[in-house]
């Protein structure tokens, strides 16, 4: 399974990507402006850097909501960096959008997907990634990860190439069910990627383990 981290914050990718665990990077306008990043100039800007600091995917997200909008912004964005992947939200423009950018070997990420139906027009679009958000589902008691699953066996049955990309992961858990459920990818804070590295007997066995090298030498 792929690790994205859903920021725009650049220490904290570089900190994910230093960890040699990272396989790209998912934004959206909401984490833009967390980092204080406005303006069109700015935000091109900072996904170079963004770009700059990984090695994989960057996921950078359309503002328009209509066709002709999203093709020129899709467009400049694609341009910035072959490392970009336009991030389209799931309207009927942003399929269309979708099928545009697949056919021309841009890849695509169709975001804020909540059903099985929104993810299997997004597979026929030939989306790239496919973003269904399992933690703002369970925030109003759906299962998230019920979702993951139905998408992945749709997928299966068909042999789409979309790669599930589980997004609004909010801790351990949610990462180690996607990996369960066989999602492609997952996108989460960095404390979702960091938290996986704990358990209380590493820390008492290495503890251990230090202490009786200590005894002989
Ligand atoms: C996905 O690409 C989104 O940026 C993200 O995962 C949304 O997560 P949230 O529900 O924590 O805002």
Redesign the pocket.
């Known amino acids: 399974m792929k690790f994205f981290i859903?920021t725009a914050n650049l220490d904290q990718i570089k900190e994910a990507q230093d960890l040699g665990v990272l396989d790209g990077v998912?934004?959206?306008p909401?984490?833009m402006a967390k980092e204080g990043i406005t303006g069109a100039n700015n935000i091109l800007e900072h996904y170079t850097k963004i770009c700059k600091a990984v090695e994989g995917d960057v996921?950078a997200e359309v503002i328009a909501t209509d066709y002709e909008g999203m093709i020129a912004q899709g467009e400049e964005l694609a341009a910035l960096n072959p490392q970009i992947v336009v991030?389209l939200p799931m309207i009927a423009a942003g399929i269309k959008a979708c099928k545009y950018f697949s056919d021309k070997g841009i890849k695509t990420?169709v975001?804020l997907v909540f059903s099985v139906g929104q993810a299997l027009l997004a597979a026929k679009a030939g989306a790239t990634y496919v973003?269904p958000?399992l933690?703002?589902l369970d925030d109003i008691s759906t299962d998230g990860l019920q979702l993951i699953a139905d998408i992945r066996q749709v997928y299966d049955n068909y042999g789409f190439k979309t790669q599930i990309?589980s997004?609004?992961?909010?801790n351990t858990m949610h990462v180690i069910n996607c990996a369960k459920i066989g999602s492609d990818v997952m996108?989460?804070p960095l404390s979702s990627i960091t938290g996986l590295l704990n358990h209380p007997l590493t820390d008492s066995g290495l503890a251990k383990f230090l202490e009786d090298y200590k005894k002989g030498n």
Do not use: E, Q, W, Y
Request: avoid cysteine; proline fraction near 0%; charge should be positive.
């Open positions: 859903d998912t934004t959206n909401s984490l996921s991030k990420n975001t973003s958000f933690g703002r990309l997004a609004s992961v909010r996108t989460g």
